[in-house]
């Protein structure tokens, strides 16, 4: 399986900005969408941001269009999140995610990380 370990994360202030990466092991990064979820103390689960396996395509949440930006290198395995902006809200465990068989339209990762801590102050 594919295995990604998640970095980045930790305490900012509201305003603050954060960026997120994710290292992915094998070979077959490239046949992989990627995408980054949270999840936030008695909350549901949430999708924050999708990319297609070359980069072309893009989604996200509601909540984070035009403060956060998912990016890729497949050069080097490894996606990011760019979080600017950020807001209370935002706090949650960040979780970097794995398709082969799904991309931005319709998004449902075979392949999860461990998660990252993104706490916002305010």
């Known amino acids: 399986q594919v295995q990604l370990v998640e970095s980045g994360g930790g305490l900012v202030q509201a305003g603050g900005s954060l960026r997120l990466s994710c290292a992915a092991s094998?070979?077959?990064?490239?046949?992989?969408?990627m995408g980054w979820f949270r999840q936030a103390p008695g909350k549901e689960r949430e999708s924050v941001a999708v990319?297609?396996?070359?980069?072309?395509?893009?989604r996200y949440a509601n909540s984070v269009k035009g403060r956060f930006t998912i990016s890729r290198d497949n050069a080097k395995n490894t996606v990011y999140l760019q979080m600017n902006s950020l807001k209370p809200e935002d706090t949650a465990v960040y979780y970097c995610?794995?398709?082969?068989?799904?991309?931005?339209?319709?998004?449902?990762?075979?392949?999860w990380g461990q998660g990252t801590q993104v706490t916002v102050s305010s």
């Open positions: 990319i297609s396996k070359s980069g072309g395509s893009t």
């Open positions: 995610t794995a398709s082969l068989y799904s991309g931005p339209s319709y998004y449902s990762p075979e392949y």
């Open positions: 094998g070979r077959t990064f490239s046949s992989h969408a």
